[in-house]
């Protein structure tokens, strides 16, 4: 799986959009890009996930760059809630037999009033 | 639907005694993961299970840690003997076979084990 490199931590306004960068230069063209965040004493949560059209659920966009090798995950309008350490992914989309997550370091966001 | 169950929620031991966990994953969910996170990390694959069979366990110190998936349903972790470099959080998460599993996890809350 294609290694990723996030920053440490960023902080956001509440209201305003939070942009999450990732960058993954040797993603091949069959590796997705995933996103999970994980809330303070609580399991890791599933928000998005892409190949290389954008993509946008009740959560996210996912902005992929047309080469891939970057992405952005946008929280369109952050509250407090949002406040996590976000993870970016990078793997191919295996069978269900070979799903394992591959977590690094992530960014920790912190949202403030 | 009720999500991953995991217990207990915190554990104090000393080093060198035994640990276990339990985890009962949401219903109906074919495969089952434990990871370990370290303080300042992200979590870490330990051992997947398909059902009750094992799919990946490369990364289990299976000299001290062991699991089971007893009638691919609830699985238990157990630790014997502890070693001070064990104190982590130990999540517990599932997926239901199909395509929704192909990309999505749920986890537990975790149990976090201090090992004194």
């Known amino acids: 799986d294609a290694k990723t490199t996030q920053p440490t931590s960023m902080d956001c306004a509440e209201g305003r959009a939070a942009n999450l960068p990732c960058n993954h230069s040797?993603?091949?063209?069959?590796?997705?890009v995933y996103w999970y965040r994980q809330i303070h004493s609580q399991g890791p949560q599933y928000i998005i996930h892409?190949?290389?059209n954008n993509e946008t659920n009740e959560m996210a966009s996912l902005i992929i760059t047309e080469d891939r090798k970057s992405s952005t995950l946008i929280l369109p309008h952050a509250t407090l809630r949002d406040t996590a350490v976000y993870y970016c992914?990078?793997?191919?989309?295996?069978?269900?037999?070979?799903?394992?997550?591959?977590f690094g370091g992530g960014t920790r966001l912190m949202v403030k009033p | 639907e009720a999500g991953v169950a995991q217990s207990p929620r915190y554990k104090i031991i000393e080093k060198r005694q035994s640990v276990a966990f339990w985890c009962n994953p949401i219903?109906?969910?074919?495969?089952l993961y434990w990871y370990q996170q370290i303080l300042g990390q992200g979590p870490k694959l330990l051992i997947q299970?398909?059902?009750?069979?094992?799919?990946?366990d490369s990364q289990l110190p299976k000299d001290r840690f062991s699991a089971e998936r007893l009638k691919g349903v609830d699985s238990t972790l157990k630790i014997q003997p502890a070693k001070l470099e064990d104190s982590a959080v130990y999540l517990c998460?599932?997926?239901?076979?199909?395509?929704?599993?192909?990309?999505?996890?749920?986890f537990g809350p975790g149990t976090r084990l201090t090992v004194l």
């Open positions: 998460a599932s997926s239901p076979w199909g395509s929704r599993g192909l990309y999505e996890q749920f």
């Open positions: 040797t993603i091949s063209g069959n590796e997705y």
């Open positions: 892409g190949l290389k």
């Open positions: 992914i990078v793997r191919v989309l295996r069978n269900n037999a070979g799903n394992m997550l591959t």
């Open positions: 219903s109906g969910h074919a495969t």
């Open positions: 299970f398909q059902n009750n069979g094992v799919v990946d």
